[in-house]
């Protein structure tokens, strides 16, 4: 099958499983296609033994080959999906909140990661499996970074104060540039590539991908307004924004920068006041439509990726029990890297109780932990994380996503208006 008939076939399949969740379970679009899709996984399992002369799995996971759901995000849907988000975000909002934004999501990814992987370590055995205090890193790694797709998604439903709306967005855009470095330097210790990793590597690989990213994203956001500057032809707006999200995350990887945070940064500087400058009014409201288009279409098939990628698990007890323990371990880590990456800086006192209880029932996981745990070398080790690391991202989806607007109603009831 061609790219064009795999694209076409998920598609279908989105539309399918979208048209069900709409006559059935009515839940947003995103969180019914996922599960309805991780049931037709857990159905396809199950009924796998009783044919044991035909392979169920098998059609399934050599189209998920095919996809390769961790290239297909990491070097393709992510830079659409992050542009998407980081054009609409409130820039003079987000600057006046720029030390929460940073320190959540330099400070607050990296405690996160610590949090997560020590009290693991210490979990496996007890579950009767070993694994590499190394390998916890890589899980905390994975874990730490709240996805933007669900994020973004999630605020445009929730009547949040402007504030913390500006937060909330600029912490998950920018930490999954974060949780990937850390990724990228702890899987050569994890896989035995790299002897050692000292603080001195961690801080010039952050500073290479992370500031680096940054700085080439202003550039090429930079370059393009000046060169949109003063046509005024939708059209040609358009390709522009396209051609800017698409060379930003190529150039980004090319240079062995990051390229999510190189995308995000891209993307606002089409939000400041030089972007309001260089496109028109009439461009900007056509630019808003198509991207959110794009932002819904691939936010609808990364999800139904992810329910599928159930089939990637293979299913043993001990990490089943490990990943009951994780989940709420996840929730707490998440709650206390908050409290303590913001201590030092301005959550208004009288908000700080209620931002930080919106910002941790709200972290939710998704493609990227997903993609962050296939990409892991295959092997025992891997299937003990790839199962922790699902239950945990599904987890945070289904129940923390359904459940935001109560929590939100709660402690926000002056400024959200009733379900």
Not at 279 to 307: C, H, P, Q, Y
Not at 330 to 349: D, I, K, Q
Request: hydrophobic share 55%; proline share 5%; aromatic share 8%.
């Amino acid at each position: 099958m061609n790219s064009l008939g795999l694209f076409a076939l998920l598609l279908a399949v989105a539309t399918l499983l979208g048209i069900i969740n709409y006559r059935t379970l009515k839940l947003p679009l995103t969180i019914g296609i996922l599960l309805i899709s991780m049931v037709i996984s857990l159905i396809v399992m199950i009924l796998n033994p009783l044919f044991p002369g035909y392979d169920l799995q098998q059609v399934p996971q050599t189209l998920l080959g095919t996809i390769n759901l961790p290239r297909t995000l990491l070097d393709g849907a992510l830079s659409f999906l992050l542009f998407a988000g980081a054009m609409q975000v409130d820039l003079g909002l987000l600057v006046s909140r720029g030390k929460s934004v940073a320190a959540l999501a330099i400070l607050g990814t990296s405690l996160a990661v610590g949090l997560l992987a020590v009290p693991a370590w210490l979990i496996f055995p007890v579950c009767g499996l070993e694994v590499p205090f190394s390998w916890c890193v890589l899980l905390g790694a994975m874990l730490a970074p709240t996805d933007p797709v669900s994020v973004v998604g999630m605020l445009r439903r929730l009547g949040l104060p402007p504030a913390l709306q500006a937060t909330f967005a600029g912490e998950s855009l920018f930490n999954d540039g974060v949780g990937v470095v850390i990724f990228g330097t702890m899987i050569g210790l994890a896989t035995g590539e790299t002897s050692s990793v000292s603080i001195g590597d961690f801080v010039f690989r952050f500073l290479v991908e992370a500031v680096g990213g940054g700085l080439l994203g202003a550039f090429t956001g930079w370059l393009t307004l000046l060169l949109l500057r003063g046509v005024d032809d939708t059209q040609i707006d358009l390709l522009g924004s396209l051609a800017l999200a698409t060379g930003t995350y190529s150039l980004a990887n090319g240079l062995h920068m990051s390229g999510p945070i190189a995308v995000v940064v891209a993307g606002m500087s089409l939000a400041g006041k030089a972007g309001h400058r260089a496109i028109t009014a009439k461009s900007r409201e056509e630019m808003v439509v198509f991207w959110n288009l794009i932002d819904e279409i691939l936010n609808a098939l990364l999800f139904l990726l992810i329910g599928f990628e159930i089939l990637e698990i293979k299913p043993h007890l001990p990490p089943f029990l490990t990943m009951l323990v994780v989940i709420p371990l996840s929730v707490l880590v998440r709650g206390a890297s908050v409290f303590l990456s913001t201590m030092p800086v301005h959550l208004e006192t009288g908000e700080r109780g209620r931002a930080l209880g919106v910002l941790t029932w709200g972290g939710l996981r998704g493609g990227i932990s997903v993609a962050l745990a296939l990409s892991l070398p295959a092997g025992e080790l891997r299937d003990t994380l790839l199962p922790v690391c699902y239950g945990v991202v599904v987890f945070t989806i289904i129940v923390q996503g359904l459940t935001m607007g109560r929590v939100v109603r709660w402690l926000y009831p002056e400024t959200v208006p009733p379900a």
